[in-house]
C-alpha cells in the first residue's frame, strides 16, 4: 500500500516516493528564463530524434516510395503519421515528466509485471534497431567515395567492415561531455543543421518550383494510394516519419538525462570523458498534488509541446519530403536509373553527378554518408541506453558492482552491443535490414500506445491523460497495426493483405 509519502503505480516496481516539482530555473541553472534561454536551454531533446530519423526513412526509404510511385497518395499519409507520432511522443514523455521513469522501466509497472515487460521490451528493442542498416548504407556510401563506383555484390565484406568501422567510431562519440544525452544533443542539433540546408539549398536550386507546389501539396490533399505500391514500403516509410513510430519511446530517455520534471531528480548517464560519476535512481519520483506543482506541471507541458511540435513534428515533415522531392525529381531526368533497394544510399549521389558535375557526386556522397552514419551513432546509443537503464533497474546487485556509477556497466553494454550488430549485418543487403527495422517499428506502434493509456491513468490528478489523449492514441496503435499486419503477411505468405 502506498502512504501518505509515496504512490503506487501499477504493479512490481517500488512506490514512488512523493517531492516538489523543480522549476526550470532550478533545473537550467538560471535566475529566469526569457525566450531566448528556452531555446538554448530547454529545447533540444528532439533535436536527437531528426538526427536519427533523417538518415533512414527520410534519406532512403521515403526517395525509394516517393521516387518509384510519386507523391499524390502518398504524402497525405507521412502528415497523418507525423501528428499520431508526435501525439504518441507527448504521452510517453509524460509519464517520464511525471516520473523521471525512463519508458522501458516504467513498461513494467504494467500487469503482469517487470518480470515479464522488461525482458520483452528488450527484445522488442533488439527485432527492431539491431540490424544495423544504417551502418551498412553508409558502408556503401563509403565505398563509393574512394572506389569511385558503386560496390558489386562480391564487394558486399568490405562495405560491412567498413560498417564495422563506423560503429566503433560511433562509440568514441558517446565517450565525452557532462552527459552523454548533452554530447549527442549537440551533435546532432550541428548534423540536422548541415545535412537540411545542403539537402535544402540543392532541391531549391534544381527543383522546377511546379514539381515542389505539387509535392508539397500531397500533404494535406487526400487522395487513392498508387497502383501498384509495396505495402512493405509503405509501411517503412510510415513507420519511419519523424523517428521510428511505436519506438519513439525510446527518445524519451533524453528528456529524463535534460532534467524536464521529476527527471532532474533521478539523474543522468555521464560520459566517461568530461563527466563525473553520477548515480542513477533505479526507481523514479512523482510529485505531491498541490497548486504550485499543478502550475509548474503546466508549465514543464507547454516546454514539453513547444520542443515537440515545434522542433519535432516540423523537422519530421521538413525531414521526409525535402529529400524526397530531390530524388523523385532526380528519377524524372532522361536517363535517370530506376530507384532500387540495392542503389538507394548512392542514388541521390550517382544522379546528381550524372546531371550536374562530379563534384556534385562526391559532395552528395559525404553528406549522405555522413547522414547515415549519425543516423547509426544515434540509434546505437539509444540501443545502449535502453539495455543499461532496463537491466540497472531489474538487478539491483548492478549497483552494488559498479558502486553508483552507471558508467562501467554502460559502456560494457556498448562493446557487446557492437559486436553483435557486426554479425547480424551479414544477413541481408543494407536496405533491406532498414524495411525489417521500419515494419518492426510498427509493432512496437500496437503495443506501447496501449500500455500509455494504462500508466497515464495512475499519475497525480494534474499530469492525469485527458479523454482525448487515450483517443489518440488507440487511432495510433490501430494505423500501426493495420501495416504490421500486412508485413507479417507479406513475410510469411509472400501475399499482403491489401492489395493497390
Same mark, same amino acid.
Given at each position: 500500500m502506498a502512504s501518505k509519502d509515496s504512490l503506487q503505480i501499477g504493479?512490481?516496481?517500488?512506490?514512488?516516493?512523493?517531492?516538489?516539482?523543480?522549476?526550470?530555473?532550478?533545473?537550467?541553472?538560471v535566475p529566469k528564463l526569457n525566450w531566448g534561454q528556452v531555446f538554448k536551454f530547454v529545447l533540444g531533446p528532439s533535436m536527437i530524434a531528426l538526427g536519427a530519423s533523417i538518415g533512414s526513412g527520410e534519406w532512403l526509404l521515403g526517395p525509394l516510395a516517393f521516387g518509384k510511385y510519386g507523391f499524390m497518395g502518398l504524402g497525405w499519409l507521412i502528415t497523418i503519421a507525423a501528428v499520431l507520432q508526435t501525439f504518441y511522443n507527448m504521452e510517453v514523455a509524460r509519464f517520464t515528466m511525471a516520473t523521471g521513469e525512463v519508458p522501458s522501466v516504467a513498461f513494467s509497472r504494467t500487469p503482469p509485471g517487470k518480470a515479464f515487460w522488461l525482458p520483452f521490451t528488450l527484445i522488442i528493442i533488439y527485432l527492431g534497431w539491431i540490424w544495423g542498416g544504417w551502418a551498412s548504407t553508409a558502408g556503401q556510401g563509403l565505398f563509393a567515395l574512394f572506389v569511385g563506383r558503386p560496390n558489386v555484390k562480391e564487394e558486399l565484406e568490405v562495405v560491412r567492415i567498413i560498417a564495422i568501422g563506423l560503429m566503433m567510431l560511433s562509440l568514441g562519440l558517446f565517450l565525452f561531455g557532462k552527459k552523454v544525452s548533452e554530447t549527442l544533443e549537440k551533435f546532432n542539433t550541428w548534423a540536422v543543421w548541415f545535412v537540411m540546408i545542403f539537402v535544402i539549398a540543392v532541391t531549391v536550386a534544381i527543383v522546377p518550383a511546379s514539381y515542389l507546389g505539387s509535392a508539397l501539396a500531397s500533404a494535406v490533399i487526400p487522395a487513392r494510394i498508387p497502383a501498384g505500391m509495396d505495402i512493405t514500403l509503405l509501411g517503412g516509410i510510415i513507420g519511419y516519419t519523424g523517428f521510428a513510430a511505436g519506438f519513439n519511446f525510446m527518445l524519451i530517455n533524453y528528456y529524463r538525462d535534460k532534467g524536464y520534471g521529476m527527471g532532474h531528480k533521478v539523474g543522468f548517464i555521464a560520459g566517461l570523458l568530461g563527466g563525473k560519476k553520477k548515480d542513477v535512481l533505479p526507481s523514479g519520483v512523482t510529485f505531491r498534488e498541490s497548486e504550485k506543482n499543478t502550475s509548474l506541471?503546466?508549465?514543464?507541458?507547454?516546454?514539453?509541446?513547444?520542443?515537440?511540435?515545434?522542433?519535432?513534428?516540423?523537422?519530421?515533415?521538413?525531414? @521526409?519530403?525535402?529529400?524526397?522531392?530531390?530524388?523523385?525529381?532526380?528519377?524524372?531526368?532522361?536517363?535517370?536509373?530506376?530507384?532500387?533497394?540495392?542503389? @538507394?544510399?548512392?542514388?541521390?549521389?550517382?544522379?546528381?553527378?550524372?546531371?550536374?558535375?562530379?563534384?556534385?557526386? !562526391?559532395?552528395?556522397?559525404?553528406?549522405?554518408?555522413?547522414?547515415?552514419?549519425?543516423?547509426?551513432?544515434?540509434?546505437l546509443e539509444m540501443v545502449i541506453r535502453n539495455?543499461?537503464?532496463?537491466?540497472?533497474? @531489474?538487478?539491483?546487485?548492478?549497483?552494488?558492482?559498479?558502486?553508483?556509477? @552507471?558508467?562501467?556497466?554502460?559502456?560494457?553494454?556498448?562493446?557487446? $552491443?557492437?559486436?553483435? $550488430?557486426?554479425? $547480424? $549485418?551479414?544477413?541481408?543487403?543494407?536496405?533491406?535490414?532498414?524495411? !525489417?527495422?521500419?515494419?518492426?517499428?510498427?509493432?512496437?506502434?500496437?503495443?506501447?500506445?496501449?500500455?500509455? !493509456?494504462?500508466?497515464?491513468?495512475?499519475?497525480?490528478?494534474?499530469?492525469?491523460?485527458?479523454?482525448?489523449?487515450?483517443?489518440?492514441?488507440?487511432?495510433?496503435?490501430?494505423?500501426?497495426?493495420?501495416?504490421?499486419?500486412?508485413?507479417?503477411?507479406?513475410?510469411?505468405?509472400?501475399?499482403?493483405?491489401?492489395?493497390?
Open positions: 504493479v512490481s516496481r517500488p512506490e514512488l516516493p512523493l517531492d516538489d516539482l523543480p522549476t526550470p530555473e532550478e533545473v537550467f541553472n506541471w503546466n508549465r514543464w507541458w507547454r516546454y514539453l509541446a513547444m520542443d515537440q511540435w515545434g522542433i519535432f513534428f516540423v523537422g519530421a515533415m521538413l525531414g @521526409m519530403f525535402i529529400p524526397s522531392i530531390m530524388v523523385a525529381y532526380l528519377t524524372t531526368i532522361p536517363g535517370a536509373g530506376i530507384p532500387e533497394k540495392a542503389n @538507394m544510399p548512392i542514388y541521390a549521389a550517382t544522379e546528381l553527378g550524372r546531371n550536374y558535375g562530379q563534384w556534385l557526386f !562526391i559532395l552528395t556522397l559525404l553528406v549522405g554518408t555522413f547522414t547515415l552514419f549519425k543516423t547509426q551513432a544515434t540509434i539495455t543499461a537503464d532496463s537491466a540497472y533497474a @531489474m538487478f539491483p546487485k548492478l549497483h552494488e558492482w559498479t558502486k553508483g556509477d @552507471m558508467r562501467k556497466f554502460y559502456y560494457l553494454v556498448a562493446v557487446v $552491443i557492437i559486436l553483435l $550488430i557486426a554479425i $547480424i $549485418i551479414h544477413l541481408a543487403l543494407p536496405t533491406e535490414l532498414l524495411i !525489417i527495422s521500419s515494419n518492426m517499428s510498427n509493432l512496437a506502434g500496437v503495443i506501447f500506445p496501449l500500455i500509455m !493509456i494504462y500508466l497515464n491513468s495512475k499519475l497525480p490528478y494534474p499530469a492525469r491523460a485527458k479523454w482525448w489523449s487515450i483517443l489518440v492514441l488507440v487511432i495510433f496503435a490501430l494505423f500501426s497495426g493495420f501495416f504490421f499486419a500486412n508485413f507479417v503477411s507479406v513475410q510469411f505468405f509472400k501475399v499482403p493483405l491489401v492489395k493497390f
